[in-house]
């Protein structure tokens, strides 16, 4: 038996490390986790190199839930991606999402019983990064995003939605520097200093101001982390429509349309680093 479900990244409207309540949007991005039956253990890799303790810990998540004994069945897992790592865009949620759908999905056909739920994957693969610590707040806003496309503002203490709904279709740009950020290194003490600012951004965000919301939290945590601010500055000034630094970093997010796309991918070509192109996601995890 083989299955493959994709999953992609998203970008940070407002971080939640300061508050416990986020906002993310989906986008094009993404990780495709392919998986086959094997007589027994549990086998990981992906195109990248990381390490796969992640990816294991997910798929005996979803076989403890199961009492699925990796001596009785085994899954062999293989993931590629097109999400830079270790960049602020939701990389390991991504792949989280994509490795416990693909689990359940698996044992359930296997064993004839039901997969997983939605949510039930989102809380499963949450909980696999933060015993993995890889994500601070448990990043309830970055899975679902993923998991669910669209935009999502989010309690992410309580693993609540306070909106959920599809994201405006546009091209987004992102420029990715010379170097990597883990959300798990990220100096949380220094983020909560900036919480009564980032509640002004939070607020934009609950009024669907989306755009207001992006710009200020990537400001607030450009300048907490030591961010150029000048990089989502020079994409405004270039007519984007919003950006701002996404997640702990390192990658900047722009939100521009047809008019804006080039000016604004020609604003970020002096600084060292690549700019990547997408769009926003609605469609979310899926099986291929």
């Known amino acids: 038996m083989k299955k493959t479900v994709r999953s992609p990244g998203s970008a940070t409207i407002i971080n939640a490390i300061a508050t416990g309540f986020g906002s993310a949007f989906g986008i094009g991005l993404d990780i495709e986790c392919e998986a086959q039956t094997i007589p027994n253990s549990i086998e990981c890799a992906n195109d990248v190199g ?40 939701s990389s390991s949620s991504a792949s989280s999402n994509a490795i416990v759908k693909v689990a359940s999905e698996m044992v359930a056909e296997e064993f004839d019983v039901e997969p997983l739920s939605d949510l039930e994957v989102v809380n499963m693969a949450i909980d696999a990064s933060l015993d993995a610590g890889v994500t601070i ?131 970020w070509m002096k600084y060292d680093g690549r700019v990547i192109e997408t769009r926003t996601d609605n469609d979310g995890c899926r099986l291929l």
């Open 50 to 89: 990381a390490d796969t303790g992640l990816m294991e810990l997910c798929v005996q998540k979803v076989f403890n839930h199961y009492d699925v004994n990796s001596d009785d069945f085994g899954i062999s897992l293989k993931t590629k991606s097109t999400l830079p790592m270790a960049s602020g865009l």
């Open 137 to 267: 707040t448990g990043s309830f806003d970055d899975a679902t995003a993923s998991y669910f496309g669209g935009v999502v503002v989010t309690d992410n203490k309580n693993r609540e939605f306070l909106i959920r709904e599809e994201m405006e279709d546009s091209p987004i740009l992102i420029y990715m520097p010379d170097f990597h950020s883990k959300s798990g290194d990220s100096n949380v003490e220094r983020m909560k200093v900036m919480a009564p600012l980032v509640e002004t951004a939070f607020d934009f965000a609950c009024k669907r101001e989306y755009f207001k919301a992006l710009n200020l939290n990537g400001l607030i945590y450009s300048s907490a982390l030591g961010f150029n601010t000048a990089i989502a500055i020079d994409a405004l000034e270039a007519g984007a429509l919003a950006s701002g630094l996404s997640g702990t970093g390192s990658s900047f997010v722009a939100v521009v349309d047809d008019s804006s796309i080039d000016d604004v991918r020609d604003s």
